[in-house]
T-cell receptor, first 113, second 116 residues
């Protein structure tokens, strides 16, 4: 069964600190993995997208890594800001094209002053 | 980048009435659009997949007669919640897939439906 597991479920960090969110998946076949940020009451916004051949991708203070052999991904946030408080969702696409995505349940990040 | 406009962002309706939610891809053609429902602090749950010009494919447990989906053009899909009940209150999000594969999946900003 295609599944995406994220950890931790929730996380609280101080402003300015770094953090790393984890994502393990069992989706097969695998096309690409995406990290989204979802603010409360809003739709998800794409942060990064990686294919199986990519190991790392950055988008500003966000850096995603992918190990296709172990089927693990991480999202590292550096120098956190209050506005980073949101849910971060790991999403895997089983195939290229217009097939439904497989969603993780997300990590709820709270950045406090 | 790709933009998906979802309207309305919030709607309150009375039980028994119908509500239509629109999802538009503003700068790309979307052959496929996905409709999701999200409960508080939960992940997105796929309701149905709609392909332009054909009937939508509904996920198990989703009533197609209650959640009517129309995808009449490459830039517009609509979800109509018919005879709404309080238990239909939820956050509904659409996602559009870029026909050319340039942008991949782009999500709308969501619609908060409250049925009173």
């Amino acid at each position: 069964k295609n599944q995406v597991e994220q950890s931790p479920q929730s996380l609280i960090i101080l402003e300015g600190k770094n953090c790393t969110l984890q994502c393990n998946y069992t989706v097969s076949p695998f096309s690409n993995l995406r990290w989204y940020k979802q603010d409360t009451g809003r739709g998800p916004v794409s942060l990064t997208i990686m294919t199986f051949s990519e190991n790392t991708k950055s988008n500003g203070r966000y850096t995603a890594t992918l190990d296709a052999d172990t089927k693990q991904s991480s999202l590292h946030i550096t120098a956190s800001q209050l506005s980073d408080s949101a849910s971060y969702i790991c999403v895997v696409s089983p195939n290229s094209g217009n097939t439904p995505l497989v969603f993780g349940k997300g990590t709820r990040l709270s950045v406090i002053a | 980048g790709a933009v998906v406009s979802q309207h309305p962002s919030r709607v309150i309706c009375k039980s028994g009435t119908s509500v239509k939610i629109e999802c538009r891809s503003l700068d790309f053609q979307a052959t496929t659009m996905f409709w999701y429902r999200q409960f508080p602090k939960k992940s997105l749950m796929l309701m149905a997949t709609s392909n332009e010009g054909s009937k939508a494919t509904y996920e198990q447990g989703v009533e197609k007669d209650k959640f009517l989906i129309n995808h009449a053009s490459l830039t517009l899909s609509t979800l109509t919640v018919t005879s709404a009940h309080p238990e239909d209150s939820s956050f509904y999000i659409c996602s559009a897939y870029d026909f050319l594969g340039t942008y991949g999946y782009t999500f709308g900003s969501g619609t908060r439906l409250t049925v009173v």
